[in-house]
């Protein structure tokens, strides 16, 4: 459903994606691993229109996506919920949430979108008219998920749901994915918690400054040596 | 008297806080200040009065004026905001609006001259007696339509799709472009309803004046700016408070004390005010509450 064929971004000088490719299956979900730097991000923001790539392609149901404004990318319903999730700070849970639903003005009405929001994530409905800023960060990380949902996403970004949050907390946004993907979302997984992104995604890709230096079944890169050494922290001591 | 004065001061602060709106909204998407905002109110008054001469309705010269002030001003943000937005520094939109602000003033002294002109009253005002307080009808019509703006604008930015996408905006242009939300528009938006509202204060003014000059703009620009530091940077609810504020200190300072020194007196309270609270009345930040 998304292919990226030889994408390369640059911040001035910096050459943070240099010619990656990898593809996302219909309802599935592909991890990205790999360390701070690694221009895992850099990508998401370039297949969402953040910023423009130098070159190479990013074809969403056979449509290359490169150089259509922001808007016009999340009206074909590719959501990246950014690091740091993105509050709209000083508006209400509420408001994030309608607002989620602007990209999508054909779909189902707000409230069958809220109404499956809140079954999901019932702390939010409990806090609908407190201002998004004031939330816990487990809240906002769920704010952020249920606004991209309100969306209706055929591909959903996330890009280090985990980041800060306490394992329990991680747990319960984790367990969110396979819903997703049961309701034929594809899911692009940005993370540092490896462990976490390899048990859930079918298909992962380890970047390594711009570049794709392994891929493979999440499972099978769970085992492989060099994988645990460098992102598990479990080499050794085995 | 000093009943009447405050309705006079609240009258005359109402039109001043439709200014300030207008700065205080743009500055809130943008993070940039607006320096011809001033020279589209005094449009928004001229264009008033042509039609005011023409022998129409009050309502039909306070529509055409907001009109032709928001083209106006979606004007200004095409030539002198968004071919430099996202390039160069802060700076160079207040170079390319003062220019701006300069070729509005000069092409209205061609048309109009250099020379204050009279606006005709929109009706033959009737006075109300309220108590102590006397109230021409002219009066009520200027503080009911600036009130009712306002309230239009916060039901406006509250509830509607478009207004919470202004505010979205306002907040972070990167996460509303995320939501689907197509930033351009939103500040095209932003450009038109402010400038709008400082066309209907033009219209206002001149009827509470009862004239006006190319050179209206520049006093009340610097008050509505100054009105919107008080309120706080962005910040709607603060801009028309920090009007009302403002336009009672005047009204109250040529009543007991010099009316030559109005502004002074308006300005040296803004001051005062900022010493201490430096971010405004209400903080930085576009918001309604």
């Avoid at chain 2, 602000?101 to 006075?127: D, N, R, T």
């Avoid at chain 2, 996408?165 to 939300?181: F, Y």
């Avoid at chain 2, 009862?210 to 530091?229: D, E, Q």
Wanted: aromatic fraction near 6%; glycine fraction near 12%.
């Amino acid at each position: 459903m998304l292919e990226v064929e030889d994408l390369h971004v640059s911040y001035g000088r910096i050459r943070a994606v240099q010619g990656v490719s990898l593809s996302v299956p219909e309802a599935a979900v592909v991890a990205l691993i790999g360390a701070n730097g690694a221009g895992k991000s850099t990508l998401l923001r370039a297949i969402s229109g953040i910023v423009r790539p130098r070159r190479g392609a990013v074809r969403f149901r056979g449509e290359n996506l490169v150089g259509l404004p922001v808007h016009q990318i999340v009206r074909r319903r590719v959501i990246h919920v950014p690091e740091g999730r993105g509050m709209l700070a000083r508006m209400t849970v509420l408001e994030n949430l309608r607002i989620g639903g602007f990209a999508r003005r054909d779909g189902p009405s707000t409230a069958a979108g809220l109404e499956r929001v809140f079954a999901l994530f019932p702390v939010l409905e409990h806090r609908a008219g407190q201002l998004a800023g004031t939330l816990s960060g487990g809240e906002q990380q769920m704010l952020a998920i249920g606004r991209a949902m309100m969306a209706g996403p055929r591909l959903l970004m996330l890009d280090e749901p985990s980041l800060g949050l306490a394992p329990l907390v991680v747990r319960e946004i984790f367990r969110i994915i396979p819903r997703l993907t049961a309701e034929g979302t594809a899911v692009l997984l940005v993370e540092q918690n490896a462990r976490m992104a390899l048990q859930c995604a079918a298909h992962a890709y380890v970047l390594q400054t711009g570049q794709v230096v392994l891929s493979g079944r999440g499972a099978d890169l769970l085992a492989t040596p060099e994988i645990q050494r460098a992102y598990l922290g479990t080499g050794e001591a085995s | 008297m000093f009943a009447q004065q405050l309705v006079n001061g609240l009258m005359l602060g109402g039109a001043y806080a439709l200014v300030a709106i207008g700065y205080t909204l743009i500055f809130g998407v943008l993070n940039l200040l607006h320096l011809a905002h001033g020279e589209v109110f005094m449009v928004g008054a001229y264009v008033g009065l042509v039609l005011a001469l023409a022998g129409f309705p009050p309502w039909v010269t306070l529509a055409g004026a907001m009109l032709a002030a928001a083209a106006l001003g979606v004007l200004i943000e095409r030539v002198a905001f968004r071919p430099v937005r996202n390039r160069g520094s802060h700076v160079t939109p207040l170079i390319t609006t003062i220019a701006v602000g300069l070729v509005l003033q000069h092409v209205v002294v061609k048309i109009f001259g250099a020379e204050p002109v009279a606006f005709p009253a929109p009706f033959a005002s009737a006075s109300l007696e309220l108590g102590p307080v006397t109230l021409s009808t002219l009066q009520l019509l200027i503080l009911g339509t600036s009130v009712v703006l306002m309230g239009l604008l916060e039901v406006f930015l509250r509830s509607t799709p478009t207004g919470m996408a202004i505010r979205a905006t306002a907040e972070n242009q990167t996460v509303a472009g995320l939501m689907g939300i197509n930033v351009s528009f939103a500040i095209v938006i932003t450009f038109a309803i402010a400038s709008a509202l400082a066309g209907a204060a033009g219209v206002l003014l001149a009827w509470n004046f009862t004239g006006l000059s190319p050179f209206f703009g520049v006093k009340v620009g610097l008050k509505g700016l100054a009105i919107m530091l008080l309120g706080g940077l962005g910040n709607v609810t603060g801009a028309m408070l920090g009007g009302l504020i403002i336009g009672v200190v005047e009204v109250m300072s040529v009543a007991y004390l010099a009316s030559s020194y109005r502004d002074a007196f308006a300005f040296a309270v803004m001051i005062l005010i900022l010493l201490v609270r430096p971010t405004g009345l209400f903080g930085a930040r576009l918001q309604t509450g």
